[in-house]
């Protein structure tokens, strides 16, 4: 787990056609676009407040973690890239209890101080699955607002995901077998 800079990944956000949209001073949003995702899913609470472009299925509170979470395990086959909504300190700051007993994370935590008013990418590698789970659950428990969100990227393929505590969880795929291989792991 380390943290990249920013420009380091903008090959890849090209590649697999990401788009960042500024929201305010320091609130960026990404998304694929529309010719670079064949399939779009959104995981909710309430199926009301989707957008009819997307497949949504609307899951209770818990299992809507539980999907998260499960599908970012598919997702994470040796590298993901997390990024932040707005910058890192309000994620820290609202996993730092959750995250309090984890001696791995808490190495990090103290080393990462000097990023934590970036928006630099967090990189996870093969042996990080756990702790990115962790990491995630925590946000998704603890989390309050759509400003602690955190969009995730996998290395390897065209697969986008943004988690937001509360939900809704939103997945851009890049092909329809992606979507297939992680549906399975949220789809009832």
Not at 4 to 25: K, M, N
Not at 65 to 94: M, N, Y
Not at 108 to 132: H, M, V, Y
């Amino acid at each position: 787990m380390d943290f990249l800079p920013e420009q380091e990944i903008s090959d890849l956000l090209r590649e697999f056609g990401i788009a960042t949209t500024q929201e305010g001073d320091d609130c960026a949003h990404l998304e694929m676009r529309p010719d670079s995702a064949d399939v779009r899913d959104c995981l909710c609470i309430d199926g009301d407040s989707c957008d009819p472009e997307w497949d949504c299925m609307t899951v209770d509170g818990d299992t809507l973690v539980t999907a998260a979470i499960e599908s970012v395990r598919k997702i994470h086959q040796g590298q993901t890239v997390l990024l932040p909504c707005r910058k890192w300190r309000s994620i820290f700051d609202a996993v730092a209890f959750s995250m309090a007993e984890d001696e791995l994370w808490q190495e990090f935590d103290a080393s990462a101080t000097i990023k934590l008013n970036t928006r630099d990418p967090l990189l996870f590698e093969a042996g990080d699955e756990q702790i990115l789970a962790s990491l995630i659950t925590a946000l998704m428990n603890d989390g309050e607002t759509q400003e602690q969100s955190v969009f995730l990227i996998s290395a390897g393929a065209p697969i986008l995901v943004h988690l937001q505590p509360g939900g809704p969880v939103k997945l851009w795929f890049g092909n329809s077998v992606l979507a297939d291989e992680v549906r399975e792991h949220y789809a009832t």
